[in-house]
């Protein structure tokens, strides 16, 4: 809560959730106060596309939180955006091992650790909500972000990534991702995963089941199609199972641009969120195809998340003397020494054989860690 103004009317609603308050029915007054503007506002990103896709271009990804659905009238934070897995990508955050590697540990309390240094770190610099809980199930290891996922073992990535989350949500939203089925990278834009419901439940879900019992504030789609239909557009996924089996009353997320292909369909099939820019939600309201209950309930959604995080999350004081401190610093060399495996092969010709060259940014892993 803000100390040096008067409380905003959000500041009195995380207040009041503090004391005990239902966090939904302090979201909908809130939202009850906002115009039909602001309102689709908090489904989108607060960047006009164009904007923000070029400042990426140019060399501004992972630099500052990316918003969405802020209403600075009300003091509605929205959620600020800050990517992982490897740390926080913003700022000089700590660079940890992957999470292959933080996998290796088998060390779910080890995790929990990293994940309480990346929320410091996010809040730190001027994020709320991080987005690097990557829980994809690795099929084969020449999956192109395999180093991103714990490994091939649903209970394994569940246990994982909801100690990443309890770490993290000490201090900002947690999201898991991608939800589901997304275990390639190059067809990613364009798949069809078809699966049965015994494989899909058995196999490819338990872990984001395990997340959401650990309270997970968001979820993100992903970009294929599982069984016909877009992943961000997919209501057996989206409701059918995160709703109505699970139970959970978080967020959705899309994938960044690609990740929403029908503004309507999608916020009827239960996606709350378009990331990261004003894209397609602001047109199709314009256009009068997306009903206004619809857009009610992902909005309260969106801001009773914010309600329960800023109720709980721990208090500062956060700054840049922060990023990579001492101890953060010694936990990540911690987490790289419980990662290493000794393998010996003898005997072995220690003669040199051969010379190994690269260039360009082929020594830099696809988080882009400044550290």
Known sequence: MRTDAQPTPFDRAVAAVRGGADDRAEARQLFDQLTPDERLGLLDGDWEFWDGFLAMLTGGYNTVPIPHGAVARLGIPGTQFVDGPRGCVSGNGTAFPVSMARGATWDPELEERVGAVIGREV??????????????????????????????????????????????????????????????????????????????????????????????????????????EWAGQNRHLLTEVLRDQWGWDGITVSD?????????????????????????????????????????????????????????????????????????????????????VLLRNEPVDGAPCCRWTHGGDLDRGRGRLRP
């Open 123 to 228: 809040r730190a610099v001027g994020g709320n909500f991080f987005g690097g809980v990557c829980i994809n199930l690795l099929r084969h290891p020449a999956w192109g972000r395999a180093q991103e996922t714990y490994g091939d073992d649903p209970f394994h990535l569940g246990e994982m990534g909801a100690a990443l989350v309890r770490g993290t949500q000490r201090y900002v939203m947690a999201c898991a991702k991608h939800y589901a089925l997304n275990s390639m990278e190059n067809a990613r834009f364009t798949v069809d995963v078809t699966i049965d419901e015994a494989t899909l439940q058995d196999v490819y879900l338990p872990h984001f089941k395990r997340t959401v019992d650990e309270g997970v504030a968001a979820i993100m789609s992903a970009y294929n199609s599982v069984n016909g």
């Open 256 to 340: 960044f641009i690609w990740g929403l292909r029908d503004a309507g369909a999608s916020l009827e099939a239960g996606l709350d969120l378009e990331e990261p820019f004003r894209q397609q939600r602001a047109q199709a309201l314009t256009a009068d195809s997306v009903d206004g209950v619809l857009v009610q309930r992902s909005g309260v959604r969106m801001i009773a998340a914010m309600l329960r995080s800023y109720a709980a999350r721990e208090d500062g004081p956060f700054g840049p003397g922060l990023m990579a401190d001492d101890d953060a610093r010694a936990l990540a060399r911690e987490v790289a020494a419980r990662a290493m």
